[in-house]
């Protein structure tokens, strides 16, 4: 026959092993839901350094405008070596120079050097020197596709317009801000990793990788888009870049998990006294 023992073991078995069931279902949807709140800050902030760049981007076509507008800023071909730039770098593009160089591309001043330019400085060949070469459209200076700047070797983006030339013929002179794209995502960081420790990536419209924080750069896999990490992304218009912001899964998990094992291990703890207490 039964004892009133056995009874209460039994139920204790069965309310066991419900709140194992209920606990399971519970811990899953505190992580999806401390997962959706990880992804959630992830677009915020991928949308914060969407603003960023192109803030940056803007204020390098502001240095650009305001330099070609400057009248007979064409002058300089006629002594480069008194020509001095200092390039102000525009927030998360550290590291960029700007130019003063001829529809053919050859520099004749650059603030990568006190004075004039490098011996043999040209941009000859840049596929943005075309486009920049015409007359300053209505939507301002060109922004170019990522390229290698032979001035410094580094994957970089150029932002560029032709200084009006005198009496309204072809222009003689182009302005171009020259700003590298390899530290990027250290300048976001910087600027927006915060206490969480975001970490930005930077893709080009082709899928290609311009900027990462773990060296990844020129892959077309976006390291921040994998399993280890819980990302958001946001585009940098017209541009057409994508920018990633990422937390690593397991840091940004860590404090809801310790809280399920702590809640996991007082359950244990409580029902191990009732079976103790019924022996």
């Known amino acids: 026959s039964w004892t009133v023992a056995r009874y209460l073991t039994t139920i204790l078995l069965g309310v066991t092993l419900a709140l194992v069931v209920v606990g399971s279902w519970a811990a899953r ?5 401390a997962e959706r709140d990880a992804a959630s800050g992830a677009r ?14 803007d204020g390098g076509r502001d240095q650009v405008v305001a330099l070609a507008a400057q009248p007979g800023i064409e002058r300089v071909f006629s002594n ?30 650059s603030s990568v050097v006190d004075k004039g330019a490098p011996a043999g400085a040209t941009h000859a060949g840049a596929p943005w020197l075309h486009d920049a070469a015409e007359p300053t459209p209505r939507g301002g200076p060109v922004t170019s596709a990522p390229f290698v700047d032979r001035l410094t070797g580094e994957l970089s983006v150029a932002i560029a317009a032709a200084a009006p030339a005198p009496g309204g013929g072809p222009p003689q002179l182009i302005v171009a801000v020259v700003v590298p794209l ?8 910087a600027q927006l990793g915060g206490p969480s420790h975001y970490r930005f990536d930077l893709v080009d419209r082709s899928g290609r990788v311009l900027s990462d924080p773990l060296g990844d750069r020129f892959s077309t896999a976006a390291p921040l888009r994998s399993a280890s990490w819980i990302a958001g992304s946001s ?19 860590a404090p809801t998990t310790a809280l399920l094992w702590r809640a996991a291990g007082l359950s244990a703890v409580v029902l191990l006294l009732i079976f103790i207490s019924l022996a």
């Open 44 to 57: 915020f902030q991928a949308r914060l350094a969407t603003r960023t760049v192109e803030e940056s981007l």
């Open 182 to 189: 390899g530290h990027v995502d250290d300048g976001l960081a």
């Open 80 to 109: 480069p070596t008194a020509c001095g730039l200092a390039f102000s770098d525009t927030s998360v593009f550290g590291g960029g120079h700007i130019d003063l160089l001829a529809p053919d591309g050859a520099v004749a001043c």
């Open 29 to 33: 949807a505190t992580m999806g839901r």
């Open 235 to 253: 585009r940098v218009e017209p541009e057409g870049w994508r920018i990633d912001a990422a937390l690593d899964r397991t840091a940004a998990l």
